[in-house]
């Protein structure tokens, strides 16, 4: 494999090409929508690299790879790469396994009475600012509207959102800080 260029200088009249080589503006809704993408999968890096806990950072980079498919998938609207590419498929396993990481940690949390104040550890308080961001692409996904995104992505991201509330709160207890109730 070659060396990958790092500017390329064809953005620079604010265009950018989508896999199937579309030219579209940068503001275009698809970009922003796993642009938002992107920015939740920097912030779960923050997360990970603040987590003193070996398993939640090893789901956590599971979870970065997983982001890396949905944009993938997202810059993809004729959906030339996903039947290519097996690391760019996210299915419905994929949300299953969502499900069983938020009911293996809800087992070892206490149950959830009210709201809580997002914070905690570093950790913690980057996994609660992950959800939001997490929450934020979903809107910007959902906004492209009937047809023109996969709905299993919507899932995912759905899921997701619900996850990374949990894992805030689970790394939060393994570090014996407290969720403080609103």
Sequence with gaps: MGVVKIYTRTGDTGETALFD????????????????????????????????DAAIAARIERLQRDLFALGARLADPAARIAGRVTKAALGQEDIARLEAWIDEADAELPPLRRFILPGGSVAG??????????????????????????????????????????LARLVNARAGVPDVEW
């Design 125 to 166: 308080a980057t996994l609660h600012l992950a959800r939001t961001i997490c929450r934020r692409a979903e809107r910007h996904i959902v906004e492209l509207g009937d047809g023109g995104v996969d709905p299993v992505l919507i899932a995912y991201v759905n899921r997701l959102s619900d996850l990374l509330f949990v």
């Design 21 to 52: 080589g579309t030219r579209v503006r940068k503001s275009d809704r698809r970009v922003d929508a796993y642009g938002h993408i992107d920015e939740l999968n920097a912030t779960l890096g923050l997360a990970r690299a603040s987590s003193t």
